[in-house]
């Protein structure tokens, strides 16, 4: 039997108006559904959710433009934060701060657990995008919340998510995990030190109201492979050599794309090494050559990664062996 979704005006509707850049008209369209009954949860992870993320997959595959992608973010965030500001908060209500991980830019994420934490009655501080974890750390020693909500959408911010995770222990605050770059699983949160992760904010309620962290014990299992402090050491002069290995760029534009994959293809790798997961290199591969065959940006992404191999050190041992399991994970 075919379901027909009664809302499938709005959302072509809601689509519209975020990709427009329109909160006024956005707004509009959200407050009609909850008009007829649909909730302000599901408001914000089937409705707002969803667009946002069909509109990251258009821009990925070029039906939009990098501006109608931050349009439609910027409008999202605007009417989700007009909607929870209509909710009074309890000050005697237990609080929790909600932040994105140090140098992670995307605050959408994070904005749309801070209004449904604070719709269920919880008292929060929304701290948004890229907060430095030595500033974050001196706010929850003052603050001493329940819990610091810490949301990660690239992967290649994990390494600052490990740096919020650090600076919320030692203030003495349990972390609760998520976000994309976490992957679907608890490990790499685990890894980074977090004492719980979630890949459904919906259960974020039961789980602070339920938990018994300790950070302590969580501080003591982080993962540490002792080599990624030599792999920061090593990033410029490796990056740097690997450019100069690529095939000669045909453009300006092509050139500054090629320095900048091999950036991004190390901050993988460095992240891999970081969390014992090679799959982070495998997932950058698949992501990049989903662009078009061989990458799409200039130059083919098994010359970018064959690049990167012949600039890596001999004594980079464990970077050598993340980047030939992620290759071989990848089908590269």
Known sequence: MTVVDPHSHIRLALHAALIGGNPGAAYGLVRELMD????????????????????????????????????????????????????????????????????????????????????????????????????????????????????????????????????????????????RAFGA????AAALGADAWLGDPRQLDDLLRTWEPNPAVAEGDVFD??????????????VAAAVDALPPPETTLAAGLAREDVELLWDMLATSVLVADPAIVAEFITWRDSFAPGGGRGVATRDLVAALREALPIEAMVAHTYLDLGVEMAGL
């Open 185 to 188: 699983s608890n490990e790499r």
């Open 36 to 179: 007829e009954g649909v909730t302000f949860e599901a408001v914000l992870f089937d409705y707002l959710a969803p667009v946002q993320r069909e509109v990251g997959s258009r821009w990925q595959q070029a039906d939009y433009r990098i501006a109608e992608e931050h349009a439609a973010s910027a409008t999202t965030e605007t009417v989700i934060a007009l909607l929870a500001g209509s909710f009074d908060m309890d000050e005697d209500a237990p609080h929790v701060v909600v932040a994105c991980a140090q140098g992670d830019t995307h605050s959408l994420p994070a904005r749309m657990v801070s209004a449904y934490l604070t719709y269920l009655g919880w008292r929060v501080t929304f701290l948004g995008a890229t907060v430095p974890a030595a500033d974050l750390g001196a706010f929850l020693a003052d603050e001493q919340p329940e819990a610091l909500v810490l949301s990660c959408s690239l992967t290649a911010n994990l390494r600052g998510a490990r740096e919020s995770i650090r600076a919320a222990h030692g203030a003495g605050v349990p972390v609760v995990a998520g976000g």
């Open 225 to 238: 492979s002792g080599d990624h402090e030599m792999l920061e050491q090593l990033r410029y002069p490796t």
